[in-house]
């Protein structure tokens, strides 16, 4: 009995030291990391102060949300401006459940709530790469690539992306083999994700697309995973009876305010075509001021990353249509869900200028790094010749480091901004 316990207890240790040391510690030095790059700004002292005076923008809404519960008064703007409807609940709800746990205000819990699920999201980073047995220097690129990304603060501040691209990666993560066990977690990974954003409800639906999958436990998540989001409409019919004010609320900033085509309007990319746009856009002063700078910036992410999905997507479909990819299978879902967040979060701002897509972009910006991260492992690219080949991948290291130096910048700017209460997404 002895020796069965004694072997069993090495046996964990044999499995949770690399599990500490490749998952945990790197994810935990990255959201470390993040909390440093915001504190760096901040011109006060100790934890609660930094980040206690970055309230602002949404987080007065979810702390509203945590203190006061939901109230609709109407549809008018003096009503919306008391109503907070148009705000999913699952990060508030969070914030609630964490604060009340650790005996702290909610407006700490707010941060001390974004961290924490940040570092599950960086987590669930690494299980991805030890999933797919990604070598150690392509982790540190692709981390690296999501960790600069100009809009990644957002992760430790108060707002919602760190829990929302969380659930979404471990909705992912757990679907990717589904039995009783991983259909329940990814079930419930889908309903935080689902609760937390309306775009989380298609992406809901993504793992119906392998029917090869043991469907039952396939349904089972993916109707686990929409009740969360259904659930918030559920309680805006009991509550308020209307089940769909959420949509309605939207109405607030104009009558067309979702456009479904604005993905393919003309006007959507109007701005990108004046000289007083670039002139604006690559002004150091514009930058650091109270101006429409950060609009602007998220007005270019916009077809940046429009053609960053269609170049992804078509390299990949080429190498798929040349078989010479293996497991394309694993990252299909990946390519979908970024297209479908992509355009509903573009028909969403269609009426605001496109003026938060920065932010949206984020969890967009994280599924394609591991599809390109996937893509990569898994294909043969003898189909390219070789001389190509060598002349590609000089170009792509140098675009690499050129990117990341960009966003680098991009993202120090965006950082001072917030800090300094300027408007960024």
Known sequence: MSFSLSHLLQQSRQCLTPFCTQVLLPSLALTGLQIFLISFWSQEDDYASIFKGLTQWDSHWYLGIVRQGYQF????????????VAFFPGYPLAVAALSRLLRVEPELG??????LFCWL?????????????IPLLWQALASLMILVYPSSFYLVVGYSESLFTASLLGFFYW??????????????HGLVMSATRIVGLPVALVPLLRLSRPWFWTASAVVLALSGGLSFFLYCQLRFGRWDLYMEMQRYFGPSSFDYLAIIQPRTYAPLF??????????????????IWAISL???FVPLTLGSLVVTGLL?????????SRHWQERLGFHLAAWIMFSISVAGMSAVAQRSMIRYCLPIHTLQVLAWLHGIRYTDFSFIPQQVRFYLGSVLRLGYWILALVFFALNQILTWRYVQHLWVA
């Open 110 to 115: 707010l941060y001390l709530t974004a961290q």
């Open 73 to 84: 008064v109407g549809f008018d703007k003096i009503a919306y401006e008391q109503s907070n």
């Open 121 to 133: 999201m960086w987590v669930y980073l690494f299980l991805f790469y030890h999933l797919w047995q």
């Open 298 to 300: 998220s007005q270019l």
């Open 316 to 324: 990949d479909g080429w190498s798929v249509l040349a078989g010479k």
């Open 274 to 291: 004046s000289l007083g746009y670039w002139q604006s856009l690559f002004s150091f002063s514009e930058a650091l001021g109270d101006g």
């Open 175 to 188: 679907s990717a083999h589904l039995s009783m066990r991983s259909g329940l977690l990814a079930g419930i």
